[in-house]
């Protein structure tokens, strides 16, 4: 280890810090304008392409665990994404009894190697919840203001799925959509008997080449393992690896970043220090404009540990509101075994990474008792098989008749167990909700004041209680999750989750969707940023990851993430240009 | 990369690295860095330096003792016996599978032995020698008392809890390795093309594409 800090000569024009979705398209929009960029990640480099990464297509017996979770993978062994729910010597502590699981991956693209592919715009109503409802904020901007980077960004990355014309649900410029599999004919049937209206689903993956440096889908059903053909969206191949081919983009990896360093005189952010995770030593990178894209809790924990005489509250947080208005998705889920579905046919249905359907918020919350919607992802089919296939046979095949028309006895063993497994597999289906919760000022991240991590950095301390909305949102997904699983002749698996589990609301953090740490407003007293994903307190320093958002809608962010990260980058070369940063 | 040329490097890789099996590959890697004094390899499926470490040290270590996996290569093959169709869960390797995940999750270790002592004493007891010195019938014998959770009498469960472990795990590792699947028909993991459930599955359920 070295106590002396190195400094690069060179100023740049950006520095970026994190190359997930944000990260990587402030990099590339800024990079093609010509600026010179300084991309800073935390972790390792990583190339969907190279063999040396490559878990696509690899078989389960590969793996000595059969793809199997561990500490250094936490979706399993053939996932693409680095870390998890915790990474050795980066603790983050909890408070006030407190669930929030935080998920971090330390790598190249960030989260976005692992990630549903699931590419939804958010509708107008999402950018102005208070007004309908009365709860949270709303956002300073509106659908109209972002639809143009929803266009291009759509174009840029690519995006499936079938223009519905759906009111609160706006239709991207899309790739064809793949055919449905077997069990989602059957959940789409299920669906129109229950009331739950089921459409194509909308995956950024390339179900026909867009460009030539980009294959298009094999149908592996992998997004997850990340694409050796670059035809899902991942930041690393999507975006980082062809900003760093204009030349213009350093790229550093495995930089840690301590804080943003800023004038006392001006107040403006001067660059940025970090230390090197396996070198451990420290550095400075020096720039006229830093752009924070670390992930949302991230982002708000550099801000709070920027502090100096002229932000003695942390950078940009003279509002207090830093770290505030933390919210993730809502989740809960439930599974069911359909008997009509035993004993099928083989043939390949893997199709692409993620259902082939899903099902947009289709009520009105004017007429329920929880305020936000949720939208529905399905799972089932004849996947690969991995660690945890045949697990749990005893609860079910005392319920069915076997082969011979008999009932049997649950559990056993030999040649007749065996068969049971052939005849069971494929027979499953699996639903899950992902819900908008309301961002509450009690919900947040904030400054441990007595742990730091490994380097000396001071970790988060997370405050998070699920409120009755989120509550009674999970009950009405848990009796949807019923309605559609008897109109699909299935026997759900196990019990009903009750009140006594919060109706299997998952924990926050566990749906990996939380934003609102750094959120944007017209009020300096209020918000962080502004809607530009500017702060409000240095004209120098931008947040273009989840932070910036003031409501998760009941999509997923990522597409959004996107949009913005681009239309603060085009104001960023506007602002330049203007002389104005 | 264009589709065609991809699909022709994923054939190439996936014939020349995924062939080998990864412990093999890895175990020569180690001898090989060994006499070479470089740092450990990773195995051909795109481990990080720590995951290759990790995996190599658990390798290395061995957990049940040469008659604890005697009892577990037993067990399995009541469970998933040989037939016309496929191999033995032995045959696939589910002792060796069990023999891994116990020291990659701990947790289980106690279980499993427990487990085995469990049965040893009950054979004991019933028997006068430990399971493997049992007949088949004798075996079969105490099996059918810990099988069926259902209808096992109360003073069995910790046979029935350690046999339900026994039934998870030795389907889970029977039907992830190559035997399995092939048992199994999984006909994915490959490039193609998907364009739909074939026409004899749609009629037969009922369904049709619009359009």
Not at chain 1, 23 to 44: D, P, S
């Amino acid at each position: 280890m070295s106590f002396q800090i190195k400094e690069p000569p060179t100023e740049f024009d950006v520095v970026i810090v994190g190359s997930g979705a944000g990260g990587g398209m402030a990099a590339y929009q800024l990079a093609k304008a010509g600026a010179k960029v300084a991309l800073l990640e935390a972790g390792g480099y990583y190339d969907p392409a190279d063999p040396k990464y490559i878990t696509q297509l690899k078989w389960p017996y590969e793996s000595p665990r059969r793809g199997a979770s561990t500490p250094f993978r936490n979706f399993g062994d053939f996932d693409a994404a680095w870390g998890g729910w915790e990474i050795a010597g980066e603790p983050y502590t909890r408070k006030n009894g407190t669930e929030f699981d935080w998920f971090r991956s330390r790598m190249m693209g960030g989260r976005t190697n692992h990630w549903g592919r699931i590419s939804l715009r958010f509708g107008p109503n999402d950018f102005r919840r208070k007004s309908i409802d009365g709860l949270g904020e709303d956002w300073p901007i509106d659908y109209d203001t972002v639809a143009p980077y929803y266009d291009q960004v759509d174009k840029l990355v690519g995006v499936f799925g079938e223009a519905n014309g759906l009111p609160n649900d706006p239709d991207s410029i899309f790739l064809p959509p793949p055919k449905m599999r077997l069990h989602e004919f059957l959940l789409k049937d299920a669906g129109k008997k229950a009331g739950v209206p089921v459409y194509p689903n909308r995956l950024s993956i390339l179900t026909k080449p867009i460009n030539n440096e980009r294959g298009s889908c094999f149908y592996c059903s992998q997004c997850n393992r990340g694409c050796q053909a670059y035809a899902d969206f991942s930041a690393s191949s999507v975006l980082v690896i062809p900003a760093v081919k204009t030349g213009n983009v350093t790229l550093t990896t495995n930089a840690m970043v301590r804080e943003v360093l800023t004038d006392q005189t001006t107040g403006l952010a001067t660059g940025v220090s970090y230390v090197d995770r396996e070198k451990l030593t420290e550095h400075v990178i020096k720039g006229k404009i830093v752009v924070l894209a670390a992930s949302a809790c991230e982002s708000a924990r550099l801000l709070m540990n920027s502090k100096s005489a002229r932000h003695p509250n942390g950078l940009a947080n003279s509002s207090d509101v830093a770290g505030k208005y933390l919210h993730d998705s809502t989740g809960a889920s439930r599974g069911a075994f359909v008997p009509k579905l035993m004993d099928r046919k083989r043939y390949n249905e893997d199709g692409v990474g993620g259902a082939h359907i899903y099902s947009p918020w289709w009520l009105d919350n004017k007429k329920l008792d929880f305020p936000r919607g949720y939208h529905i992802e399905y799972g089932g089919g004849m996947g690969m098989p991995g660690y945890g296939f045949g697990w749990g046979m005893e609860n079910t095949n005392g319920k069915y008749p076997g082969a011979d028309g008999k009932m049997k006895e649950a559990g056993g063993y030999g040649a007749s167990l065996k068969d049971d497994y052939r005849r069971y597999y494929g027979a499953y289906i699996g639903m899950s909700g992902r819900g908008e919760a309301v961002a509450s000022a009690d919900n947040y991240c904030e400054i441990d004041p007595t742990t730091v991590d490994k380097f000396g950095i001071p970790v988060l301390r997370f405050s998070y209680k699920w409120s009755d909305y989120e509550i009674k949102q999970a009950k009405h997904m848990q009796d949807t999750f019923e309605e559609i699983i008897e109109a699909a002749g299935g026997i759900a698996s196990g019990t009903k989750p009750g009140a006594d589990s919060n109706y299997g609301l998952a924990a926050p953090g566990r749906i990996i969707h939380e934003v609102g740490t750094t959120r944007m407003g017209n009020d300096p007293k209020t918000s962080v940023l502004n809607g530009h994903n500017q702060a409000h307190d240095a004209k120098n320093v931008f947040v273009v990851d989840g932070g910036a958002f003031v409501s998760q809608a009941d999509k997923n962010p990522t597409w959004t993430i996107l949009a913005l990260s681009w239309r603060a980058s085009d104001f960023i070369i506007d602002q330049v240009k203007k002389k104005n940063i | 990369m264009k589709r065609r040329e991809s699909l022709r490097a994923l054939t190439l890789s996936t014939f020349g690295v995924a062939a080998i099996n990864p412990q093999e590959l890895l175990a020569e890697r180690r001898e090989l860095d060994k006499v070479m004094g470089t740092p450990p390899a990773e195995v051909g499926f795109g481990r990080t330096a720590e995951e290759a470490v990790h995996d190599a040290k658990l390798m290395a270590e061995k957990y049940f003792t040469d008659k604890e996996l005697a009892t577990l290569a037993i067990l399995s093959d009541i469970i998933i016996p040989a037939d016309s169709k496929s191999g033995s869960a032995s045959q696939s390797g589910v002792p060796q599978f069990i023999e891994f995940m116990v020291k990659d999750q701990p947790y289980w270790q106690t279980p499993f032995r427990g487990g085995l002592q469990w049965l040893d004493r009950e054979s004991q007891k019933r028997f006068n020698k430990v399971f493997t010195g049992l007949s088949k019938e004798q075996r079969l014998k105490i099996v059918d008392d810990i099988a069926y959770p259902e209808k096992a009498k109360p003073d069995m469960s910790q046979g029935v809890a350690f046999f339900n472990n026994m039934r998870n795990f030795t389907a889970t590792g029977f039907f992830s390795s190559k035997i399995g699947i092939d048992d199994i028909g999984y006909m994915g993991n490959r490039p193609n093309v998907w364009d739909g459930v074939p026409a004899d599955v749609l009629q037969k359920y009922g369904y049709r594409y619009e359009g």
